[in-house]
């Protein structure tokens, strides 16, 4: 098995924030804090999402705001409002087995794309927790999944 390496093209900040999430073995980096222009400060909960290339084979991390629904994850495939679904996204379709890595616990996991009632819900959901979400969705003609794992 391949050891899991930081995605590539991943933007400095999300690398810093990997990185220390990593090397401090979950114990800093769990909450992300950062100001946003007109949002003010905002301190989001973050996990570690490992998974397999769809074309490599190899395993990549992606740092990922999460929110809680019961005793799952789920996280939001945004890409900032981009008009094409993040790569670890398209991973996942490919192969939904992954990692997470949420604070200090590991875990494997399996990934599915909410759909209907649940996917509004726990859209609804992840505005509380990262409400620029609202701003992606207005940029972009796709539907943003929300994936459970």
């Known amino acids: 098995m391949t050891e899991a390496k930081l995605a590539p093209n991943l933007p400095d900040w999300m690398v810093q924030h990997a990185n220390r ?3 401090s073995g979950g114990t800093d980096g769990h909450m992300y804090k950062t100001t946003l222009p007109g949002r003010g400060e905002i301190t989001t909960p973050a996990l570690l999402l490992t998974t397999t290339g769809r074309k490599s084979g190899e ?3 992606f740092p990922l705001y999460y929110g809680k629904d019961g005793d799952t994850y789920f996280v939001v495939a945004s890409k900032g409002g981009a008009p094409e679904h993040p790569g670890w996204y398209r991973n996942i379709l490919a192969n939904p087995d992954v990692e997470v ?3 200090t616990k590991k875990l494997k996991a399996r990934a ?3 759909t ?3 996917r509004a819900r726990l859209w609804k959901k992840s505005l509380e927790f990262w ?3 609202a ?3 207005l940029k972009t003609e796709r539907e943003i ?3 459970v794992l």
């Open 21 to 23: 999430y990593l090397s």
């Open 59 to 61: 395993k990549f991390i």
């Open 101 to 103: 890595q949420v604070g």
């Open 112 to 114: 599915r794309t909410a």
């Open 116 to 118: 209907g009632e649940e």
């Open 131 to 133: 409400p620029p979400y």
């Open 135 to 137: 701003d992606y969705a």
């Open 145 to 147: 999944p929300v994936v």
